[in-house]
């Protein structure tokens, strides 16, 4: 068969052409139902789009260079973080102690690093029972509605007119301080907000026409739940998820600047900014290195989870 | 011909602020093995609380139902939430108005058809997967292999229908419910996802109740109709015996404010003035008096029993089918 080759938009030299160019086509040889787009799930999209958020991914790449070097910095900086040297106290950052050293002479590096480490923990750990917890108890106030909702909502409302840092230090005085009493500590009032999202997620997508149909092919209250209603819901679970972990940080180390946090020779940030507070004004690298990463630490979750809320839902940029 | 659904005196009320809205005011019909029976009405005349209470679908609390709905000899009424869970999905099957909001935006195509099979048939991962691309195919969807890893926003409204059927239907149904399953969609698709029910129908027997207010498609698919008003059967009977030979000034109304191909550009098209009544108080005697042009005096205080007129097997609850009445026109457009 003689085919011309042609550029698009140019015409065809009508000489050219044979009986055989106006043969009848085939429904196969139309090619109209040949899949042309590649198939991009909403995680793909999502991560194509945070991906593009210059400020986003640079925090990203910071949080897990933290995470790294909160995994591997004690080791690397050839000190351990309690090994103590009566000889070199209140050093000044040097080729052996990077950081320097504090007032019984361990290496401020290695603590540091150290300190993050159990700051993210404990920001991970209470995140994560925040999670649980909220989206258990947000679903099914919001699926069930009515006297289920009622019943929740006012114990959620009793939990949260305490005030927390009360609750807390209370639970940290009765109990032994230390990285599981904190985290049970944030966590007794931290899930009621996650709670609030996903009730008010859930009531909003609970009336969707999909809910229906899933129940009309017989699927029981908890598969809708689970499998048709968090999933949906999933963006702004995450989006308050990275907001909660800063916030659990911050509490951690405001608890431990207290002197209720993690007991030594352990260390966190927060017990690290106290013990330093006492001689800031003449060793002020000892505050420096911990308090620097801390708000850095801060800044890129809330810089990140600011990119991952645009990222999930586009239509709440605007 | 065996009847695989009878539904007696059925009533739906809602209980709300101001009262109670009777929705569904004590409907009688029956749906025969392998036909599709056309329900059809203006918005809001309890069509679509009638289909969803016929798989239990209406919420209760607010709703309160009554009567009784017998499919293949059981009471669907008095069934458990656990029984009624193994007959959705698996007995009878529901097809919805917008494809657009019907299917779950995060789920995959595929996975919302393996979810019945996986729940009904206890069909494993890969057995119910290659059923749902056989599903796709079956309703038209080309390259169903790659089609059932799609998510429902990559497919296009007439699509989504499709899956939609596809979803339904998985499971092979004795009933399928479609809740106006063209009217979101554009008239070219229409007759095709009619096409594929229809082919369906027949390759399966299974029985349709169609949901609609469009009597284009109901001459097309439907053995038999059934109109309703204000939460009432006004009349029933065979498709043909309803087009050519509607009873009740209603019917007649529906089908002359359909714009017809062989109108003349000048003959107006004829509404039907007013709005149905609050169902909160439903009149006393016909619920379409108020906008009835032939209505009578008889009509205020008295409400017309459903009583057969002439056809085979078809009835109208109207007045005017009493021997006293003046005879009625039979052509509606000379009256106006």
Known sequence: ?318 | MERILEVKDLRVNFKVRGGTVQAVRGVNFHVNKGETVAIVGESGCGKSVTAQSLMRLVPSPPAVTTGSIKFKGEEILTKSLRQMENIRGKEMGMIFQDPMTSLNPTLTIGKQIMEGLVKHQGLSASAAKQRAVEMLKLVGIPNPESRVNQYPHEFSGGMRQRGMIAIALACNPSLLIADEPTTALDVTVQAQIMNVMKDLQVKFGTSIILITHDLGVVADVADRVIVMYAGKVVESGKTRDIFKNPKHPYTRGLLESVPRLDQKKDEPLIPIYGTPPDLIKPPAGCAFAARCKEAMRVCLPNDPALVSVEGEDHRAACWLNHELAHPISSEGGESA
């Open chain 1, 1 to 318: 068969m003689a085919t011309i080759e042609t550029k698009q938009g140019q015409a065809v030299d009508p000489q050219g052409l044979t009986k055989a160019d106006f043969q009848k086509l085939d429904h196969s040889e139309k090619k109209g139902e040949v899949v042309v787009r590649e198939s991009i799930s909403a995680w793909k999209d999502a991560w194509l789009r945070l991906r593009s958020n210059k400020y986003a991914m640079a925090s990203l790449i910071i949080l897990l260079l933290i995470v790294i070097m909160a995994l591997i910095g004690q080791s690397i900086s050839g000190h351990d973080y309690r090994s103590q040297d009566y000889m070199a106290t209140n050093e000044k950052p040097s080729s052996n102690h990077w950081f320097g050293t504090d007032d019984l002479g361990r290496d401020v590096f290695a603590r540091t690093w150290m300190g993050a480490g159990i700051s993210l923990q404990v920001g991970l750990y209470a995140a994560l029972v925040d999670l649980v917890i909220g989206v258990i108890v947000g679903g099914i106030m919001g699926y069930f509605g009515g006297k289920v909702d009622e019943i929740l909502n006012r114990i959620c409302d009793i939990l949260y007119s305490i005030p927390n840092m009360l609750i807390v230090i209370l639970l940290i005085v009765v109990l032994e301080p230390s990285m599981f009493t904190i985290v049970l500590a944030l966590s007794i009032t931290g899930w009621i907000s996650m709670a609030w999202i996903v009730r008010g997620q859930i009531m909003q997508l609970k009336n969707q026409e999909y809910v229906l149909a899933s129940r009309s092919l017989g699927a029981g209250s908890g598969r809708i739940l689970f499998r048709h209603l968090i999933p949906n819901a999933i963006g702004p679970i995450i989006v308050t998820l990275t907001m909660t972990v800063p916030n659990a940080i911050f509490s951690e180390a405001f608890l431990s600047f207290l002197g209720l946090g993690v007991q030594s020779p352990a260390a966190s940030l927060g017990t690290m900014i106290n013990d330093a507070l006492k001689a800031m004004t003449v060793y002020p690298w000892r505050m420096l290195f911990p308090a620097v990463l801390i708000s850095l630490t801060m800044l890129c979750f809330n810089i990140f989870g600011d990119g991952l809320r645009d990222a999930l839902d586009p239509k709440m940029k605007k």
